[in-house]
């Protein structure tokens, strides 16, 4: 190794951080050309980053922001789990388990591969990506029927994938016979893992090139760099306490406070309501990431982010409620509760801020899973689909017409070409809301109709929030509406569904989905 640069040069420091940026690009390009389902490779339902050694996040590659969130605390329940002693090089590990090492459900899986330069661990390449099938009670083990996170599907806790080098056999068998999709689960974790090695050679030419010192200092230069943006954003918002009760589609009411002060953004969540026998629990560290994505809007609202941007950041959860779930509850549409607790505190603030925040957004996944065997070629599928609806007008502009959710980043529809080549679904349309929805001085953006109709037998799963308590304007703009979901049978019947899982459809069934328009922004003159 060399060290022929001095360790607190801005010009080689600067060097590295923009190398571990460019890393953790290319580890996200590396997944999306080698993943084997849509869910990844087209819609890009993932996440890449790399962390220090004990599990900061330094830098992040595209994709969903909130899956970005995840990585960091993943390897620092890693490291905890297996101590910095029982990790080698060679090691590489897997977790989806919101008990042990990840803040999601099973679907989300974490691949956390360990880098050394030598004997030393300098940081940690991690990925996120949703697989399409990890058993449990349905197909797309999203199902709603559940009551403990067993019956969701196969566990990963924080176990090792690879020892030495070489992959241990047993854990990719189990992983297969897990999963419905056999062949895509072990297709999808293998792209995982060519990321993680990818960004492993990039770090390890860093470290020699520049040394050992030069890497730490560099590191130790972005984490203060992130601080120090984030609290110089803090500096320019209205100190104070802001509180919001919100009431949800089950009837639950919601409540939360920010209290702003000169070195202290705190978000206390305590007093909801009791983790459910239902999969409509999130984690801790899930609720963290809710409110690192207001935080990071309202403080420094840039691509830049790594865990020194957070540190004036706190958040106070309460142990057994719907944001801080323990024992075996389970998870398996966390992403609505997450996605619902960050629209509710992005209207807290909106009500302080109207001039700087937007309206309410359709503020859902809408997550739609189709799962059979496609007509034409008998082979089994499982269509995982977010959808895109309205996003809130601003003070200055109407709002953005079909956009997938505030949380879901750089995410992309699944081409109607490829929907239908891959599941052997027809589209019979795709289209914008002709609803005014919305109104305001200026008007919320649109959201989508989507019809899909099924040419063979298949069982459906969704989650639909939003679909009851509408979409919120500001400053006396309109309320956007509600998302919807119904399937339309050819006798004439209709199922108007919200969260569901294991319906029979069949041909010539079809699946209407209408996703809200955003809120209006100020009344009309």
């Not at 309206?359 to 008998?378: K, L, Q, Y």
């Not at 953005?400 to 109607?416: I, K, Q, R, W």
């Not at 019979?428 to 001085?441: M, S, V």
């Not at 703009?477 to 006798?491: K, Q, R, T, W, Y």
Request: charge should be negative.
């Amino acid at each position: 190794m060399t060290t022929n640069f001095p360790t607190t040069d801005p010009i080689t420091a600067s060097v590295i951080q923009a190398s571990l940026i460019a890393a953790a690009d290319e580890m996200f390009a590396v997944l999306r050309k080698t993943a084997m389902s849509p869910i990844i490779y087209e819609v890009l339902d993932v996440g890449t980053g790399i962390t220090d050694p004990a599990g900061e996040l330094v830098s992040s590659g595209a994709g969903i922001p909130t899956f970005v969130g995840v990585l960091d605390k993943a390897v620092r329940r890693i490291v905890e789990i297996h101590g910095p002693g029982g990790i080698r090089p060679g090691d590489c590990f897997v977790t989806n388990d919101p008990y042990f090492g990840g803040v999601t459900h099973l679907n989300d899986v974490v691949i956390a591969l360990p880098v050394f330069a030598g004997s030393h661990l300098v940081a940690w390449a991690a990925s996120i990506a949703h697989w399409n099938d990890v058993g449990g009670k349905t197909p797309g083990s999203m199902a709603v029927d559940v009551s403990e996170i067993f019956q969701e599907g196969l566990r990963l806790p924080a176990v090792r994938l690879f020892e030495d080098g070489a992959p241990i056999t047993s854990v990719f068998d189990i992983i297969a016979a897990n999963s419905r999709l056999p062949d895509f689960v072990q297709g999808d974790l293998w792209a995982q893992v060519a990321a993680g090695r990818k960004a492993e050679t990039r770090i390890r030419q860093l470290v020699e090139t520049y040394g050992f010192e030069a890497w730490h200092a560099a590191l130790a230069s972005l984490f203060e760099e992130g601080e120090r943006r984030g609290r110089a954003g803090l500096a320019t918002l209205p100190q104070g306490t802001f509180h919001i009760e919100e009431r949800q589609d089950d009837g639950a009411l919601w409540h939360a406070s920010i209290t702003i002060t000169r070195d202290r953004f705190t978000v206390d969540l305590t007093g909801n309501p009791k983790q459910r026998a239902a999969p409509y629990n999130t984690s801790r560290d899930g609720a963290v990431i809710s409110a690192q994505m207001i935080f990071k809007a309202l403080t420094d609202p840039t691509l830049f982010a790594n865990s020194g941007s957070f540190r004036a950041l706190e958040v106070i959860t309460e142990p057994g409620t719907i944001f801080h779930a323990t024992g075996t509850a389970p998870h398996g549409y966390y992403f609505e509760t997450r996605i619902r607790l960050a629209d509710m505190l992005w209207q807290c603030m909106a009500r302080a801020l109207p001039e700087r925040l937007p309206a309410g957004s359709f503020a859902s996944i809408c997550g739609t899973v189709i799962a059979g065997n496609h007509p034409d070629t008998a082979r089994r599928f499982t269509m995982v689909e977010p959808q895109m609806g309205g996003w809130g007008a601003t003070s200055t502009r109407d709002g953005l017409d079909a956009m997938y959710s505030a949380n879901h980043g750089e995410t992309f529809n699944c081409p109607v070409e490829i929907c239908e080549a891959r599941y052997g679904l027809d589209v019979a349309f795709k289209r914008l809301n002709d609803g005014d929805a919305g109104a305001g001085l200026h008007a919320g953006g649109k959201g989508l109709q989507t019809l899909y109709r099924l040419r063979a037998p298949a069982v459906l799963s969704a989650g639909y929030s939003r679909a009851k308590e509408p979409v919120w304007g500001l400053e006396g703009g309109a309320s956007g509406g509600v998302n919807g979901l119904s399937v339309l049978h050819p006798d004439g019947r209709h199922d108007r569904l919200t969260f569901t899982s294991g319906v029979r459809l069949e041909p010539g069934d079809e699946l209407l989905i209408e996703t809200a328009n955003g809120g209006g922004w100020g009344r009309v003159a």
